[in-house]
């Protein structure tokens, strides 16, 4: 069972930086497609950022070129770098991981793969003022 936690959420003002991190802890053997969903009140939820295990990253275009997904896994760490932050941003921000033995072809759209995504963290609150 794939335990997964974010810390890193605040509040920002337009225009600023936030980082966001989530460390997976009992890991059980075998690779993991991770990702970053998040969910505005009222809301769909949307995937932001995803990184499988070939390295290919996806965002969303609501976020191209201001969002960076990356990895360390010497410390088990997943890290969202936010720059640019607009209020729309506003979110809380979930990490999210499923197995890639589980993926048999490569997701192209993660938004619609959200309900086969197995591990959830508690999710952190991002608020972007104005």
């Known amino acids: 069972q794939l335990h997964l936690v974010e810390s890193g959420g605040g509040s920002a003002q337009a225009g600023g930086s936030v980082r966001l991190s989530c460390v997976a802890t009992?890991?059980?053997?075998?690779?993991?497609?991770m990702a970053w969903v998040r969910q505005a009140p009222g809301k769909e939820r949307e995937g932001v950022a995803s990184l499988d295990t070939d390295g290919t990253i996806i965002y969303a275009d609501s976020v191209k070129g201001r969002f960076t997904i990356s990895q360390d896994k010497a410390k088990n760490t997943l890290y969202l770098q936010m720059n640019s932050l607009k209020p729309e941003d506003t979110a809380t921000y979930y990490c999210?991981?499923?197995?890639?033995?589980?993926?048999?072809?490569?997701?192209?759209?993660?938004?619609?793969?959200?309900?086969?995504?197995?591990?959830w963290g508690q999710g952190t609150q991002v608020t972007v003022s104005s």
């Open positions: 999210a991981a499923v197995e890639s033995a589980r993926i048999p072809d490569p997701w192209a759209d993660i938004n619609k793969h959200l309900d086969e995504l197995e591990y």
């Open positions: 009992d890991y059980a053997d075998g690779d993991y497609y």
